[in-house]
């Protein structure tokens, strides 16, 4: 069983909607989560960050952590054409010297 | 700020050969890490570093070495390339935040 899963895909909605991605993990030591976009052909940036369970909101942008369920989501409100890219999920134990766990990425198009 | 640098972005191996993947920081970033992304996956720690001298290994060390002489330098060298080690290869730094600053990366192709 892989530490982080994370359905690969890929997803293609319509501009304007409401996009859900998710993923499950295993090792309950997991405190800090994140979401990393990463377009074609670059390197990963980092979108959203949390600590421990709960939500945050950065624009058209939604984070939640059930740390109970071991669920993460991110959730993308009034998508846009240049949303399109692989969203991946990250996760570590630790502050510092992160030694961070990712999911193996959703690919996501957003037709105009 | 250029942030983090990678060379080469390209590169093809032939098995057995050595090289080594340069990375460099201008943020002044105590943190460095090394990444690979094989296709359709995630990206696999390979090693990492908390500071000029200290190195550390992370989910996927073998194959590679690591150096770090200095803050803004973290060298990967591949020994003896096997087809194995084809991926894409990223560099990251980061600071007593929590947010990875990602290289562009370097493309290796292992025949």
Request: charged share 15%; glycine share 8%; with cysteine.
């Amino acid at each position: 069983q892989k530490e982080v899963e994370q359905d690969p895909g890929p997803l293609s909605v319509p501009e304007g909607a409401i996009v859900s991605l998710n993923c499950t993990y295993s090792n309950s030591a997991f405190q800090y989560f994140m979401w990393y976009r990463q377009y074609s052909r670059k390197g990963p940036e980092l979108l959203m960050y949390t600590y421990s369970s709960g939500n945050k909101e950065d624009g058209r942008f939604t984070a939640q952590v059930d740390k109970s369920s071991k669920y993460i989501s991110l959730f993308i409100r009034d998508s846009q054409p240049s949303d399109s890219a692989t969203y991946l999920c990250a996760m570590s134990v630790q502050q510092g010297a992160q030694k961070l766990v990712f999911g193996q990425g959703t690919r996501l198009t957003i037709n105009p | 700020n250029a942030g983090v640098t990678q060379t080469p972005k390209f590169r093809i191996l032939k098995i057995g050969q050595s090289m080594t993947l340069q990375c460099t920081q201008d943020m002044n970033h105590n943190y460095m890490y090394w990444y690979r992304q094989d296709p359709g996956m995630g990206l696999k720690l390979i090693y990492y570093s908390v500071g000029a001298g200290i190195t550390d290994k992370g989910e996927v060390p073998n194959g590679y070495n690591v150096s770090r002489s200095t803050t803004e330098d973290f060298p990967l060298r591949l020994e003896l390339a096997a087809p194995s080690q084809t991926s894409v290869y990223f560099c990251a730094s980061s600071y007593i935040s929590n947010e990875q600053f990602f290289g562009p990366g370097t493309r290796l192709t292992v025949l």
